[in-house]
Every structure is written in C-alpha cells, then in structure tokens.
C-alpha cells in the first residue's frame, strides 16, 4: 500500500473563490487520480493525473474547472475554480502502482461552499 | 460500459450474526472486483480484490468475498459481524483490458447492531 496525505482536510469557502488540494504520497506511484463524492453518494472519476501532461477528463469535468497539477511521481494538485455550493463534497485522490490492481485512497479533503 | 449495482441502501445485523453485503457487476470482459470501506470522516480503505485463482477472497478484518462468474456477483461476507465493522461498504469493478478506471458501486450502509 501507500501513505497518502491531503491537505486541506477540510475547508469551508464562498462562492466564486477558488480552492487548491494536494495529494502527496510517500513512494512513487504510476497513477493519481482525482475522485469527488457528492453528499450521501457514491465516488465518481474527475480526473486521472499525468506526469509531465494534461490530465485526463471524464465526461461532465473540464480543465476550466478542475485545473489539475502532477508536477512529479509523488504528488498533484486539484483545484476547484469558481465555486458553487454544488461543488460542496468530499474530494479524494487516489494511487495505483504499475503493475498492482489496487487503487489506494488517501483521507479525502471535506469542502463546503456557501 | 462497466458498472457495479448494490441493491441494498442499508444493511443491519445483530452482533454475532453472519453478515452479507450484495454486488453485481457488468463488464465487456474479465473483472477485477474490490470492497473498499468508508469510515465516518474518513477516505476509502481498502479491503479486498478479486483478480484470479481462488473464487473466494480473504481480507481485512476478517471479512471475504467469493466471486461468481455465472451470477456476476461479488458479494461481501464476513461469519460474525461486530459492532466496530458499522461503516460505508463499496464494491467496485474495472475491465481487465485496457487501463479502466475504477467504477464504484453507490454504497451500502451497514449497521451492526448490540
């Protein structure tokens, strides 16, 4: 497995500002990945961080909105533009080593927008 | 398209008793499935995978799954539930081919109950 920190845990934010999250993870990883989880919900993908390139959208994310960073094998970034009390959930960040099925997660930052 | 359906919002057993939490899977090939558990205020842990071999999969906390190819079920099970397992249970599912995201379930609730 992997250590995986967030920060912030928590924040609380007004609308219209815009939020940074990191992830960092204490040994090299393949793959980061940036999940939301809106209240009483399940997980959904934004997006897969690349090393050295643009992230990988799902359907319904776009870069404008959740710029994100991976600036080496350890850490990224995610940032929640413009923010709406519809952005108000839990992000997570999540790992996979090449090679291992596993995905590991880290604590998961709580936003609440007003 | 993959996905992953749990039919049960909310699952309660008695202390002692065997406990089951349900999950069914599509996928266009062959699966990895995984159970992930969510405490209050707290990220996703990981608690088993089912990737080859042995349909029935041990993991954390004493809990297993066994996996059925016929049924496309991957349900969770563990023989005497405690207190301390009421939590947030998440099956999940990727393709064995290609690099897949993760594609979770919306989340059962289990309460054990005194």
Known sequence: SAVISQKPSRDICQRGTSLTIQCQVD???????????????????????????EATYESGFVIDKFPISRPNLTFSTLTVSNMSPEDSSIYLCSVERYGKETQYFGPGTRLLVL | ???????????????????TVKCTYSVSGNPYLFWYVQYPNRGLQFLLKYITGDNLVKGSYGFEAEFNKSQTSFHLKKPSALVSDSALYFCAVRDRIGNTPLVFGKGTRLSVIA
């Open chain 1, 27 to 53: 040994s090299q990883v393949t793959m980061m990945f940036w999940y939301r989880q809106q209240p009483g919900q399940s997980l959904t993908l934004i997006a897969t961080a690349n090393q050295g390139s």
């Open chain 2, 1 to 19: 398209a993959q996905s992953v359906a749990q039919p049960e919002d909310q699952v309660n057993v008695a202390e002692g008793n065997p406990l």
